[in-house]
């Protein structure tokens, strides 16, 4: 059984991204990619929104394959090999090894979560909130970046209620914090 994981860069005030909707969070540098690198690397199978996933599609880009950095030509090649499942109402087909799913968010959650081992990421605030309030979010990895972004779009949506646990802390490149967290069951 496979392990559910929100995982998202962060400022400071809680946001993911900015008040005009870009990722106004800094670029991780070469360090801090190679942890993002190897977090893809260990994922199962990533579950994308649709504004997650269009915005990473960028590295599915051929162009991907000549960038400078070789840690960026390695997290594009991680990307690639992961298996992807979007949930869109509004795409009307999907890039390489990616599926795209028109609804039962939950079930295919459950189902993905029963019949995969190792980690399933989720990205994107909204999904990640569908799947919180059904239960199905095993971790959150918020990673704390040292800026304020002053509003935009939250890592916890609003109205979303959880208690939560630590399980531990972890320094990053670039000033990062990697705070970590699962629900607490209340009977």
């Not at 860069?9 to 690198?37: K, M, R, T």
């Not at 960028?58 to 950095?69: G, K, L």
């Not at 972004?149 to 630590?166: D, E, I």
Request: proline letters at 5%.
């Amino acid at each position: 059984m496979a392990t559910i994981v929100y995982a998202m860069l962060i400022s400071l005030d809680g946001y993911i991204a900015g008040p005009s909707g870009d990722i106004d969070l800094p670029v991780p540098e070469e360090e801090l990619h190679q942890h993002f690198n190897d977090e893809m690397r260990r994922t199962s199978i990533a579950l994308c929104g649709r504004r997650m996933y269009e915005t990473m599609r960028f590295w599915d880009s051929p162009e991907r394959e000549i960038a400078a950095e070789e840690v960026e030509r390695n997290f594009a090649h991680a990307w690639r090999a992961t298996p992807k499942i979007v949930f869109s109402t509004t795409l009307q087909e999907v890039g390489p090894n990616a599926r795209l799913v028109k609804g039962d968010v939950e079930g295919v959650a459950r189902s993905l979560r029963a019949d995969t081992d190792g980690e399933i990421s989720v990205s994107g605030a909204e999904l990640s909130s569908h799947l919180a309030r059904a239960g199905l979010i095993d971790e959150y990895r918020l990673y704390m970046h040292p800026v304020v972004l002053g509003g935009g779009k939250p890592y916890f949506q609003s109205g979303l209620s959880l208690a939560l646990k630590p399980l531990g802390t972890e320094q990053l490149a670039q000033g990062v914090t990697l705070l970590r967290y699962a629900p607490i069951e209340i009977d």
